[in-house]
């Protein structure tokens, strides 16, 4: 391998490194809306409303 080899091969591996770095970072912030648990201990008396009303429709169902 030549040196401009290594260089360009050494560009690549940052480039898809900040790739994922930065697609990583990108999910933990649009993702959020779909994790229950950090959702939970955002607002827990909302999670135990929104239990309770699950649970009632439940119930009344059966």
């Given at each position: 391998m030549t040196q401009m080899e290594r260089e360009i091969s050494q560009t690549l591996d940052d480039a898809i490194s900040q790739l994922d770095t930065t697609l990583h970072e990108l999910e933990a912030e649009t993702m959020p809306g779909f994790d229950l648990r950090r959702y939970a201990k955002a607002n827990p008396w909302q999670s135990v409303a929104a239990?309770?009303?699950?649970?009632f429709?439940?119930?009344m169902v059966l």
């Open positions: 239990a309770v009303a699950v649970g429709v439940i119930g």
